[in-house]
């Protein structure tokens, strides 16, 4: 997810990177998509609810 649509969520919600879950960079789903530290990105669970992770090395 570019940094523009990260800052959006955060804003949405009045959330804080500090409050958002946290995902490991070495997890395969986001070295596959190319992601990096810092970014926060969107989970889509198998019950189609969507969550959000920040990405942390």
Do not use: C, H, W
């Not at 070295?31 to 989970?43: L, N, P, W």
């Amino acid at each position: 997810m570019p940094k523009e649509a990260g800052e959006k969520i955060l804003a949405e919600f009045k959330a804080s990177r500090s409050q958002i879950p946290k995902i490991k960079l070495k997890d395969a789903a986001l070295i596959g998509m190319g992601a990096k530290s810092g970014q926060i990105v969107e989970v889509t669970r198998q019950d189609g609810s969507k969550n959000y992770r920040l990405v942390v090395e």
